[in-house]
């Protein structure tokens, strides 16, 4: 046998050994990709965090460099998200929704390849019915499947009209299911107040304007004719 | 029945008043709302954990000038940032040489300062929570010294210390700031960390807060001076005792069926509330209770006593409403994930790569984290 052939395999293992930094055991062969989904009444907003592990860290840089030039550019970093969004399906009530690209920031390769950069993703897409009553939103992520592993989860929504049910996952976390229900649009306390507060006053000004006008006119009407005494 | 144009004009006043009346206090509840406030007395209680309080500050406030007058005028400017400048979110697990931090690194101090320098986080922590803290670091020196931080000093790198430099490791590598200027009155913050810890303790009058800080360990058990040192074996064995205390129905309720991989709230997620998970309290037994706020107990109780307990008092109001998830196996020595989340507080405990030796924790109040509710913005 040929020991070059032997060789050269414990070469390439020894030097991948040499460069692939012992960060403690900070993120190695692991594509870890957090989702947070922010749902609201007319759009549901994506939060998606992608740090490559320190072996995966070159293939994940080649993957968006595309020129080759060791550098992010903005369209590279473009290009990457909108591959990532490609591989993203979010469905609002069974219907796909389309994902628009909010922004992107990517960190150093240096950071990267140590295990520790991410790379920042922010999505939105709008969601066709707002009305009251049950929704459903689901959200599925298969970008680079065979390296990732997954966290997806659902943000406490800010608007108070939305009730969000209770999440299904798949073993892997690749996606999320939620039944969400839209509280009607009712009128606050508050907004009842006011509207009781303004309409008193509207009444009050009314009454200070023309009430003694009116009551006026009516008492003068109401008073006998001088031909009628006649 | 005829009015006279004074009689009309009565009318429409007292209509108005009667509008604008209750909209002024609605515009000005503050007044209402303090009288409110005044007019409950304090209990006997309060007024004695107020005390215990004060007096814990005055000594923290004392540890923080004692730290101060060791070091020279450069370190005092280095070691201080203001109260809400940016160095509050300034902190990570990472080890130096991938996390720049800022303030005074241990390794650039003298012995004495850096002595003063532990006082203080003495001060602000429990007897147990500056033992967990210390096991932590020295933690990190047998990482360092077992190769974790060969790549210390990379040829091609700067030096330490610089941006760029090796991964570093050790008890050297820890740093201290202070954000604001150390007062029994004025909210400040005391910010502690390293690898696998950083520690933040908002002081407000009285009141401390420590959310948000990260405790982990790597490794997650060593050998120090002929003693077994688990940092955070108790947080483990804990979370497995309860896991076990829950009948089947009530595991299946708590136990997520999908894997965990990492912390869901580590840092950067700062003002975020995820969706809670798991079994609410108050579907647990009072034994189960109280060894779901016995778990809890091993992040707030890193905070020193006094302020510790006011926080416990308070997750125990919420309890009802807090929830605990689990994933992974439920046989202590098996590789788990767990949650504890409340409305005033989120902890998680997250081994990191399926690696049992490498443990990663994060603990917030999304209500206080820095203090939000106590700092008037």
Same mark, same amino acid.
């Given at each position: 046998?040929?020991?070059?052939?032997?060789?050269?395999?414990?070469?390439?293992?020894?030097?991948?050994?040499?460069?692939?930094?012992?960060?403690?055991?900070?993120?190695?062969?692991?594509?870890?990709?957090?989702?947070?989904?922010?749902?609201?009444?007319?759009?549901?907003?994506?939060?998606?965090?992608?740090?490559?592990?320190?072996?995966?860290?070159?293939?994940?840089?080649?993957?968006?460099?595309?020129?080759?030039?060791?550098?992010?550019?903005?369209?590279?970093?473009?290009?990457?998200?909108?591959?990532?969004?490609?591989?993203?399906?979010?469905?609002?009530?069974?219907?796909?929704?389309?994902?628009?690209?909010?922004?992107?920031?990517?960190?150093?390769?240096?950071?990267?390849?140590?295990?520790?950069?991410?790379?920042?993703?922010?999505?939105?897409?709008?969601?066709?019915?707002?009305?009251?009553?049950?929704?459903?939103?689901?959200?599925?992520?298969?970008?680079?499947?065979?390296?990732?592993?997954?966290?997806?989860?659902?943000?406490?929504?800010?608007?108070?009209?939305?009730?969000?049910?209770?999440?299904?996952?798949?073993?892997?976390?690749?996606?999320?299911?939620?039944?969400?229900?839209?509280?009607?649009?009712?009128?606050?306390?508050?907004?009842?107040?006011?509207?009781?507060?303004?309409?008193?006053?509207?009444?009050?000004?009314?009454?200070?304007?023309?009430?003694?006008?009116?009551?006026?006119?009516?008492?003068?009407?109401?008073?006998?004719?001088?031909?009628?005494?006649? | 029945?005829?009015?006279?144009?004074?009689?009309?004009?009565?009318?429409?006043?007292?209509?108005?008043?009667?509008?604008?009346?209750?909209?002024?206090?609605?515009?000005?509840?503050?007044?209402?709302?303090?009288?409110?406030?005044?007019?409950?007395?304090?209990?006997?209680?309060?007024?004695?954990?107020?005390?215990?309080?004060?007096?814990?500050?005055?000594?923290?406030? +004392?540890?923080?000038? *004692?730290? $101060?007058? #060791?070091? &020279? /005028?450069?370190?005092?400017?280095?070691?201080? !940032? @203001?109260?809400?400048?940016?160095?509050?979110?300034?902190?990570?697990?990472?080890?130096?040489?991938?996390?720049?931090?800022?303030?005074?690194?241990?390794?650039?101090?003298?012995?004495?300062?850096?002595?003063?320098?532990?006082?203080?986080?003495?001060?602000?922590?429990?007897?147990?929570?500056?033992?967990?803290?210390?096991?932590?670091?020295?933690?990190?020196?047998?990482?360092?010294?077992?190769?974790?931080?060969?790549?210390?000093?990379?040829?091609?790198?700067?030096?330490?210390?610089?941006?760029?430099?090796?991964?570093?490791?050790?008890?050297? +590598?820890?740093?201290? *700031?202070? $954000?604001? #200027?150390? &007062? /029994?009155?004025?909210?400040?913050?005391?910010? !502690? @960390?390293?690898?696998?810890?950083?520690?933040?303790?908002?002081?407000?009058?009285?009141?401390?807060?420590?959310?948000?800080?990260?405790?982990?360990?790597?490794?997650?058990?060593?050998?120090?001076?002929?003693?077994?040192?688990?940092?955070?074996?108790?947080?483990?064995?804990?979370?497995?005792?309860?896991?076990?205390?829950?009948?089947?129905?009530?595991?299946?309720?708590?136990?997520?069926?999908?894997?965990?991989?990492?912390?869901?709230?580590?840092?950067?997620?700062?003002?975020?509330?995820?969706?809670?998970?798991?079994?609410?309290?108050?579907?647990?037994?009072?034994?189960?209770?109280?060894?779901?706020?016995?778990?809890?107990?091993?992040?707030?109780?890193?905070?020193?006593?006094?302020?510790?307990?006011?926080?416990?008092?308070?997750?125990?109001?919420?309890?009802?409403?807090?929830?605990?998830?689990?994933?992974?196996?439920?046989?202590?020595?098996?590789?788990?994930?767990?949650?504890?989340?409340?409305?005033?507080?989120?902890?998680?405990?997250?081994?990191?790569?399926?690696?049992?030796?490498?443990?990663?924790?994060?603990?917030?109040?999304?209500?206080?984290?820095?203090?939000?509710?106590?700092?008037?913005?």
């Amino acid at each position: 046998m040929n020991l070059r052939r032997l060789y050269l395999p414990l070469v390439v293992l020894c030097a991948w050994l040499a460069t692939v930094p012992p960060a403690g055991a900070h993120r190695l062969d692991e594509y870890l990709q957090a989702t947070r989904l922010s749902i609201d009444i007319q759009r549901v907003d994506l939060e998606i965090d992608l740090t490559a592990g320190a072996a995966l860290a070159s293939n994940v840089f080649a993957w968006i460099d595309t020129n080759r030039d060791a550098e992010i550019s903005s369209a590279e970093g473009d290009a990457y998200a909108r591959q990532v969004l490609r591989s993203v399906v979010l469905k609002v009530d069974g219907w796909p929704v389309p994902v628009t690209l909010a922004g992107a920031s990517f960190p150093q390769f240096r950071d990267m390849r140590l295990g520790v950069g991410t790379i920042r993703l922010r999505a939105t897409a709008k969601v066709p019915s707002a009305a009251a009553g049950r929704h459903q939103v689901s959200f599925l992520n298969t970008h680079r499947l065979e390296s990732s592993v997954y966290l997806v989860n659902a943000l406490v929504p800010e608007n108070p009209r939305i009730q969000l049910g209770d999440p299904r996952r798949d073993r892997g976390q690749h996606g999320l299911t939620l039944d969400y229900t839209v509280i009607a649009d009712t009128p606050s306390p508050l907004d009842r107040t006011f509207a009781l507060l303004a309409g008193l006053a509207m009444l009050g000004w009314l009454l200070w304007r023309f009430g003694y006008t009116l009551t006026q006119a009516v008492a003068t009407r109401s008073r006998p004719s001088p031909a009628g005494r006649r | 029945m005829r009015m006279s144009r004074p009689a009309w004009a009565a009318l429409s006043l007292a209509l108005a008043a009667a509008a604008f009346r209750p909209a002024l206090l609605l515009v000005f509840p503050v007044a209402a709302d303090s009288q409110q406030r005044a007019g409950s007395p304090p209990t006997a209680a309060s007024t004695a954990n107020g005390t215990a309080t004060a007096a814990v500050t005055t000594k923290v406030v +004392e540890a923080a000038n *004692a730290f $101060l007058a #060791t070091l &020279s /005028a450069p370190q005092r400017t280095k070691v201080t !940032f @203001g109260f809400n400048s940016t160095q509050r979110t300034g902190w990570s697990n990472l080890p130096s040489g991938i996390f720049q931090r800022n303030g005074l690194r241990f390794g650039d101090i003298t012995p004495r300062q850096r002595q003063a320098a532990l006082a203080l986080v003495a001060a602000a922590l429990s007897r147990e929570g500056y033992q967990k803290v210390t096991d932590i670091m020295n933690g990190d020196e047998v990482l360092k010294n077992a190769g974790g931080g060969r790549t210390g000093g990379r040829p091609g790198g700067p030096g330490p210390g610089g941006p760029g430099g090796g991964i570093r490791f050790g008890l050297d +590598e820890y740093y201290v *700031a202070l $954000l604001g #200027t150390p &007062s /029994a009155i004025e909210p400040w913050m005391i910010q !502690f @960390g390293g690898h696998h810890l950083a520690i933040n303790v908002t002081v407000v009058g009285p009141h401390s807060v420590m959310t948000p800080s990260l405790p982990a360990a790597q490794p997650a058990k060593y050998t120090l001076n002929g003693q077994t040192i688990r940092p955070l074996g108790r947080e483990n064995d804990k979370g497995f005792a309860l896991i076990n205390a829950l009948n089947r129905g009530q595991q299946k309720r708590a136990i997520l069926d999908y894997r965990v991989t990492d912390l869901v709230m580590g840092p950067g997620a700062d003002g975020k509330v995820i969706q809670p998970e798991g079994i609410p309290a108050s579907e647990l037994d009072a034994g189960q209770q109280a060894l779901l706020l016995d778990v809890v107990h091993e992040w707030v109780g890193i905070l020193n006593d006094e302020a510790a307990a006011a926080k416990m008092a308070e997750i125990k109001a919420n309890l009802p409403k807090t929830y605990f998830a689990w994933s992974g196996a439920t046989q202590n020595g098996g590789l788990a994930y767990y949650r504890v989340q409340g409305p005033t507080v989120v902890i998680e405990y997250a081994p990191q790569q399926g690696d049992l030796d490498h443990i990663h924790t994060i603990y917030r109040d999304p209500t206080n984290d820095y203090g939000a509710k106590l700092v008037r913005p």
